[in-house]
T-cell receptor, first 110, second 116 residues
Framework: DAKTTQPNSMESNEEEPVHLPCNHS???????IHWYRQLPSQGPEYVIH???SNVNNRMASLAIAEDRKSSTLILHRATLRDAAVYYC???????????FGKGTTLSVSS | GAGVSQSPSNKVTEKGKDVELRCDPI?????LYWYRQSLGQGLEFLIYFQGNSAPDKSGLPSDRFSAERTGGSVSTLTIQRTQQEDSAVYLC??????????????FGQGTRLTVV
């Protein structure tokens, strides 16, 4: 799978929007962009995924650059419960493992 | 069950003993993954199953580690002659891959292994 680059950490205030960036300059045309997060002392959980178009779900939005070399996970109103490590992962083909990088540790202050 | 189930949730073992960790994936999920996470570290991929076969075992750290999956369902990760550096949380995940990359993986709560 192609590599992704994320900032090590970010901070946010409660009820403010958060934009978590991810660079994936070597993405191929068939790579899906997946986001997972890991809350403290829990296993990771799926957040959202997309291919080319922007995506929205109840948890977040995913904005994908036109050239697909970067994407941004958007939490519209951060809560204390959103404090977690956020992972951006590319999946190049079916039948391959889901490989996690170091992710971005998001801190949320009240 | 409703989610991925792992047992035991905690395991303390003496150095040199063998341990078995169990993962019950979500029914119907063909893909199953094992990871380990040492304290304060990221997720380290161990092995991936598609059905009962393991097309990717590249993450197993040594030949003391092995895993099997039977009936396309339950998986067991075995660590032989445990060492203190094996202490970690072992996480299992499953997904309904079936040849599609746009499926999500569901994780269990993990087994915390402590080797003393």
């Amino acid at each position: 799978d192609a590599k992704t680059t994320q900032p090590n950490s970010m901070e946010s205030n409660e009820e403010e929007p958060v934009h978590l960036p991810c660079n994936h300059s070597t993405i191929s045309g068939t790579d899906y962009i997946h986001w997972y997060r890991q809350l403290p002392s829990q296993g990771p959980e799926y957040v959202i995924h997309g291919l080319t178009s922007n995506v929205n779900n109840r948890m977040a939005s995913l904005a994908i650059a036109e050239d697909r070399k970067s994407s941004t996970l958007i939490l519209h109103r951060a809560t204390l419960r959103d404090a977690a490590v956020y992972y951006c992962i590319l999946r190049s083909q079916a039948g391959t493992a889901l490989i996690f990088g170091k992710g971005t540790t998001l801190s949320v202050s009240s | 069950g409703a989610g991925v189930s792992q047992s035991p949730s905690n395991k303390v073992t003496e150095k040199g003993k063998d341990v078995e960790l169990r993962c019950d994936p979500i029914s119907g999920h063909t893909a199953l993954y094992w990871y380990r996470q040492s304290l304060g570290q990221g997720l380290e991929f161990l092995i991936y199953f598609q059905g009962n076969s393991a097309p990717d075992k590249s993450g197993l750290p040594s030949d003391r580690f092995s895993a099997e999956r039977t009936g396309g369902s339950v998986s067991t990760l075995t660590i032989q002659r445990t060492q203190q550096e094996d202490s970690a949380v072992y996480l299992c995940a499953s997904s309904r891959d079936r040849g599609r990359v746009n499926t999500e993986a569901f994780f269990g709560q993990g087994t915390r292994l402590t080797v003393v």
